[in-house]
Structures are given as C-alpha cells and as structure tokens.
C-alpha cells in the first residue's frame, strides 16, 4: 500500500539524510510509513516501539505488510538491524533509533541555491568544519 493513498498520513517527521543514504529503497520506504502512517505513531506522534515476532498491528511485519505486500519482513528488519536503525530490545520490542527520522521541514518553492543572489558575505553556502574534503 502506498503512502500516497492513505488517509491517515501525519507529515510530522521525515527520514535524515543518514537514512536515506545507507538504506535500500525498500527499508526507506517502511521507514518514511513507520514515521507517518498515524497507525505507528503514539498520541504524541512519535513513532510507537513494533514486536519483532508477532501478526498484531502492532508488529513490525505488519508495517512492512501494510507498506508494501511484496517485501520480506525478515530482509527488511535484518538490513534495520545490521545497520543500527532498529534497536532490538530483551522484551521483544523493536525502537526506531532517533538518528534515522526528524521533523519535517517545510519545503520552499524555488528553494535551490543555483540561481540564487547572495547579497552578504555571511549568505555563502559553506562547508562544515566536518565535512571531508
């Protein structure tokens, strides 16, 4: 099922660049359900914990069922897994790890800097002191 025909969509959170740079198509797109389908999301909004071996609605196979009826459960909770985006926990839980989603930004209409006017110095698009050159 796919997110755009869902009706109970909250745009709350989206998937970091972390996520969407070291996860396959498959695990983003559960991801970006987990974080917005309000059936995953507590009373706050935040993404609930999901049980690892379990058909409730509130187990991780279901997400991935609901996200999408072709992926494999156990490929997609093993890729969340070997790359740290899930946490499995000793009661049988998973929690989606925080580095993985944050609040949605609002998009800007014409908001690429290719033809933008920078007016002051301070305006200039610079590298982070981290960034590798």
Known sequence: M?????PNIIC???PTEL???ILSASSRQVIR???SSSEFL?????PVMLMTNNRSPN?????????????????VLNELLRKGV?????????????SVYAPSQPRLHGGS?????????????????????
Do not use: C, M
Request: aromatic share 14%; charged share 30%; glycine share 2%.
């Open 2 to 6: 796919s997110l755009t025909r869902q």
């Open 113 to 133: 800097r290719i033809n933008k006017v920078f007016r002051h110095e301070d305006e200039f698009p610079r590298r982070r002191y981290n960034d590798v050159y």
């Open 86 to 98: 899930v946490e499995s926990l000793d009661n049988g839980y998973l929690l989606l790890r925080r």
């Open 59 to 75: 187990s991780f196979s279901y997400l991935v069922r609901v996200t999408d009826p072709d992926f494999a459960p156990t490929v």
């Open 19 to 21: 996520a969407s740079t």
């Open 33 to 35: 359900s987990w974080i």
């Open 42 to 46: 507590d009373e706050h909004h935040h």
């Open 12 to 14: 709350r959170w989206e």
